[in-house]
């Protein structure tokens, strides 16, 4: 079953900005532990930044410098099921 899920406009740019706040910011942690802490007008942010520390977490493993192409290359792409 190929399940779609619609993701609003709003979302996409709290998301993005997130992402690109963490990437400026090259942050390695987050500021909320629990996603149930953060506020929801804040959550598409504190999705993004967890999405960039996750990448980055996942760069560092396999011992590879972190590419600038590679991680807005995901953004740009939608997860499969996922229809932006």
Known sequence: MDE?????????K??????NIAKEMD????????????????KPYHHGIQQYISEISNVKK????????SLNNKLKK??????M
């Open 4 to 12: 779609q899920i619609k993701i609003s406009e709003e979302y996409k």
């Open 14 to 19: 709290g998301f993005n900005r997130g992402y």
């Open 27 to 42: 942050l390695r942690s987050s500021m909320f532990q629990l996603d149930t802490t953060v506020p929801e007008s804040l």
């Open 62 to 69: 396999l011992g590879q410098k972190p590419s600038n192409s």
């Open 78 to 83: 939608p997860n499969k099921g996922i229809s």
